[in-house]
């Protein structure tokens, strides 16, 4: 292993940049926040929010500073994404370090300035062999929460410069060879409930993208891809929004050749097709939508992820060549398997 890092307060995995095509093959760059919560977008130009009046800006944006990893043979590139309209302060913090030189601005407190990406500095190897490291951030300053820096000296991060001869992102390699494209899960008309980055549930790392789709409770789910099936639970019995219903969500899992994941949930009772270890082939009938586990209604949630560091992690995916959108009305393909 090279290297390793963790989010703010253990989250989780902090990782390199991803560039993968998306639509109009545009880059797709991946960043984190202080809660270790994966940011994709095809500009690194975030939409700035607004500083609310009530000075309260950093329980309001957690995302507000973003953090990019790019990996290349000779380091680490560190770029910091401030996306607010005021200057902050970024303080890292590392841990575990094993034969690795952190530069000494990345050390300081570095002053970010507002609504712009800089680059921050580079790791690299100390000597040959494995090296590896953790890291968190924070960030603060006279608009926002402090972020209590460790250290009382301070250097604005435009003063580090990117080494002489380094190469445009657009020639790093792509963490995946294509973007997914997902074929309809149902047959017939249906309705996007809840998209991507949802207020109301899709905030977490597993299902940030994630979709709601509304359909009754009964309705025909077909594969969306080829796939084996790694989990397939549909024993479990009533569902809403009660404590009780946490974890007692029926669903079904299916594993690509690409290593992505498939998960259906929220599955009608007794309605599985396939059971763990089966092979199913895309518009192959798996199950059926339900209103199981903690759910505020009947509806299927779709979720493409990936196995990082022990934990599952969303990404985008396109639905029959759509980016998919809350309130969107879709018309799925007629499988003809029945």
């Known amino acids: 292993m090279r290297s390793l890092w ?47 009046a009530n000075r309260q800006e950093h329980s309001f944006n957690r995302d507000g500073v973003l953090i990019r990893v790019l990996e290349k043979a000779d380091g680490h590139y560190f770029f910091a994404l401030n996306r607010l309209t005021a200057a902050v302060e970024l303080t890292f913090r590392f841990s575990q370090q094993h034969n690795v030189i952190i530069p000494e601005q990345m050390q300081q407190v570095l ?45 604005h991060a435009r003063l580090a410069s990117l080494p002489a001869g380094f190469s445009s992102d657009k020639g790093a390699r792509s963490y995946f060879p ?29 299902n940030r993208y994630a979709l709601d789709i509304a359909v009754p409770v009964g309705t025909p789910l077909y594969a969306t891809r080829d796939g084996v099936v790694v989990a ?13 219903y946490r974890g007692k ?3 079904l899992r299916l594993r690509h050749a690409d290593g992505t994941m498939t998960l259906y949930a929220h599955l009608q009772t007794g309605s599985l097709r396939v059971r763990k270890g089966d092979r199913v082939k895309v518009g192959q009938r798996v ?26 992690e969303s990404i985008p995916f396109t639905l029959q060549g759509s980016q998919p959108t809350a309130g969107l009305w879709l018309q799925g393909t007629a499988w003809g398997d029945e």
């Open 6 to 52: 963790t989010g703010a307060s253990g989250a989780g995995l902090l990782g390199s940049l991803l560039l993968w095509s998306w639509c109009a093959q545009a880059d797709i760059y991946r960043y984190h926040d202080v809660n270790g919560m994966a940011h994709y977008t095809d500009n690194q130009k975030y939409v700035v929010k607004s500083l609310p």
């Open 111 to 155: 002053t970010l300035p507002a609504t712009e990406e800089v680059f921050v500095g580079k790791l690299s190897a100390q000597a040959a062999g494995d090296w590896r490291y953790h890291y968190n951030f924070a960030y603060g300053g006279e608009a926002i929460a402090p972020s209590q820096p460790d250290t009382s000296t301070r250097q």
């Open 178 to 206: 294509a973007h997914h494209d997902l074929a309809s899960p149902i047959v017939g008309r249906y309705r996007i409930a809840q998209g991507f980055n949802g207020d109301y549930s899709h905030n977490k790392r597993s």
């Open 232 to 244: 397939a639970v549909d024993s479990h019995v009533g569902g809403g929004l009660e404590p009780k």
């Open 249 to 251: 969500s029926n669903h």
């Open 287 to 312: 199950a059926a939508s339900g209103d199981t586990g903690y759910s505020s209604g009947p509806h299927l949630h779709l979720a493409l992820q990936i196995d990082k560091a022990g934990h599952r």
